[in-house]
């Protein structure tokens, strides 16, 4: 999948546009850990947060907030 799009950005701007493109992918759509996560909603205001199910780097959890 990479390779085509990579070759469409290229065609599209220039090399140095793909490289942006896929350094932003990089750092705005790789998940975060969940701890990190699960930190976050502390940090929110959540008063407590809790992990429903994990599986590999799946993960449902979530969080109660007091009014």
């Not at 085509?4 to 992918?25: M, S």
């Not at 701890?35 to 976050?40: H, I, P």
């Amino acid at each position: 999948m990479w390779p085509p799009y990579g070759d469409y950005l290229t065609q599209l701007k220039n090399e140095e546009y793909q490289r942006h493109v896929f350094a932003y992918i990089e750092r705005e759509d790789t998940p975060r850990s969940l701890l990190f996560q699960l930190d976050l909603l502390r940090a929110c205001g959540f008063e407590s947060a809790e992990v429903l199910h994990k599986n590999g780097c799946f993960a449902a959890f979530g969080g109660i907030k007091a009014r």
